[in-house]
């Protein structure tokens, strides 16, 4: 399996953390010799990891963009949960789960990862042909999610939802025209939250298959959120739920 490219301080510092040995070598901007920069190489000697001096032509030519803040790293790929199944066979206590309807900007992917890492969500499925890939710019912007939050991409998202529920997960969907506001449903047990492009929303299909919709509040000028706000909203409830 061919190697990886992650770049910026946050994602290659999870890796750092969480597989050190996984990193084949780290380039950083030989320029930069703020505190942030040393600390971090620091970081990265203790943890083994090779480090080369580069210089920015090369750094954005490893990972196709000028915004990697000086640290470019080849990793190996981690091995992965085989399935979704496997994923919740081992979930203990209720499954939380984000599911996202046409996402395909990396920048809203990423931000969505971060929330759900942070939310404590158990994965984060998609449809492979109304989504986009983990790529360097979501690991990124997700700085470490995207390294330990599985993200299935299915081929059929409403035979997923359904397979769902034939495991007692409730599948809720958001919708500007639902009736019901998010903070009037119980968010406890087994949950699956949907959430679409901003502006089109879930597909058809996608919406027929939830179990119940909701609308987040809009009390200003603008119609509808960012769905990595909207999903950073919507994660953050039902946590809040459960821990009451």
Do not use: W
Not at 24 to 40: G, K, L, N, P, T
Not at 111 to 133: E, M, N, Q, S, Y
Not at 178 to 199: F, N, W
Not at 236 to 241: G, S, V
């Amino acid at each position: 399996m061919a190697n990886k490219i992650l770049f910026g301080f946050h994602a290659v510092t999870v890796r750092l953390k969480t597989a050190p040995r996984s990193i084949v070598e780290i380039h950083v901007d030989a320029s930069r010799r703020d505190q942030r920069m040393r600390q971090f190489a620091e970081r990265a000697r203790e943890a083994g990891a090779k480090l080369v001096d580069s210089d920015d032509e090369r750094l954005s030519k490893m990972c196709g963009t000028h915004r990697h803040q000086g640290v470019v790293a080849r990793v190996e790929p981690l091995a992965t949960s085989h399935s979704l199944d496997d994923t919740l066979d081992a979930v203990e206590g209720d499954p939380l789960l984000l599911v996202l309807d046409g996402i395909t900007d990396p920048h809203n992917l990423g931000a969505c990862l971060r929330v759900a890492d942070g939310a404590g969500a158990h994965a984060v499925i998609a449809p492979k042909d109304h989504a986009v890939g983990i790529n360097a710019t979501v690991a990124k912007v997700a700085s470490g999610a995207a390294e330990t939050v599985p993200y299935f991409m299915v081929t059929n998202l409403a035979r997923t939802l359904n397979e769902l529920k034939e495991r007692q997960i409730r599948i809720v969907g958001t919708s500007d025209d639902a009736q019901k506001s998010l903070y009037e449903l119980d968010l406890t047990g087994p949950l699956a939250l949907v959430l679409g492009a901003e502006g089109s929303g879930m597909r058809q299909l996608t919406g027929r298959t939830c179990d119940e919709r909701v609308r987040l509040p809009m009390k200003g000028a603008v119609e509808s959120l960012n769905v990595s706000v909207a999903s950073g909203i919507c994660l953050y409830e039902a946590m809040r739920q459960r821990e009451r």
